[in-house]
Protein backbone atom coordinates (compact mmCIF):
# COMPACT_ATOMS: atom_id res chain seq x y z
CA UNK A 1 0.00 0.00 0.00
CA UNK A 2 1.49 3.54 -1.13
CA UNK A 3 1.61 6.13 2.04
CA UNK A 4 1.05 8.93 -0.43
CA UNK A 5 -0.58 11.84 1.10
CA UNK A 6 -2.91 14.03 -1.05
CA UNK A 7 -4.14 17.47 -0.77
CA UNK A 8 -7.51 18.26 -0.87
CA UNK A 9 -7.01 20.00 -4.45
CA UNK A 10 -5.53 17.07 -5.68
CA UNK A 11 -8.59 15.27 -4.51
CA UNK A 12 -11.08 17.98 -6.37
CA UNK A 13 -8.84 17.43 -9.57
CA UNK A 14 -9.31 13.75 -9.16
CA UNK A 15 -12.96 13.59 -8.63
CA UNK A 16 -13.73 16.84 -11.36
CA UNK A 17 -15.33 18.90 -8.19
CA UNK A 18 -14.95 22.43 -7.53
CA UNK A 19 -13.65 23.32 -3.69
CA UNK A 20 -17.20 24.09 -2.24
CA UNK A 21 -18.78 20.92 -4.16
CA UNK A 22 -16.04 18.90 -2.25
CA UNK A 23 -16.51 20.42 0.88
CA UNK A 24 -20.33 20.34 0.81
CA UNK A 25 -19.73 16.37 0.29
CA UNK A 26 -17.33 15.96 3.12
CA UNK A 27 -19.79 17.54 5.56
CA UNK A 28 -22.64 15.35 3.94
CA UNK A 29 -21.63 12.37 3.37
CA UNK A 30 -19.98 10.00 6.47
CA UNK A 31 -18.34 7.24 4.49
CA UNK A 32 -15.65 9.32 2.81
CA UNK A 33 -11.92 8.08 4.00
CA UNK A 34 -10.76 10.05 6.80
CA UNK A 35 -8.09 12.43 6.26
CA UNK A 36 -4.60 13.32 8.48
CA UNK A 37 -4.92 16.80 10.84
CA UNK A 38 -2.01 18.54 11.03
CA UNK A 39 -2.54 22.72 12.51
CA UNK A 40 -3.59 23.96 9.53
CA UNK A 41 -3.64 21.30 6.84
CA UNK A 42 -5.40 18.28 6.02
CA UNK A 43 -4.11 15.20 3.91
CA UNK A 44 -5.34 12.21 2.48
CA UNK A 45 -4.03 9.05 2.07
CA UNK A 46 -3.74 8.70 -1.81
CA UNK A 47 -5.12 4.70 -1.48
CA UNK A 48 -7.75 5.77 0.53
CA UNK A 49 -9.47 7.86 -1.74
CA UNK A 50 -9.15 5.98 -5.24
CA UNK A 51 -10.62 2.54 -3.75
CA UNK A 52 -13.62 4.95 -2.28
CA UNK A 53 -14.02 6.29 -5.87
CA UNK A 54 -13.88 3.16 -7.36
CA UNK A 55 -16.66 1.97 -4.19
CA UNK A 56 -18.69 4.84 -5.79
CA UNK A 57 -18.44 3.63 -9.42
CA UNK A 58 -19.44 0.13 -8.50
CA UNK A 59 -22.67 1.32 -6.84
Same mark, same amino acid.
Not at 24 to 39: E, S, V
Given at each position: ???????? $??????? =???????? @??? $??????P =???????? @?RW????V??????????
Amino acid at each position: MERILITP $AEIQKLM =GFSPTSFY @RML $AKRGDFP =GGIRAPGH @RRWRRDDVLSWIEKQTRK
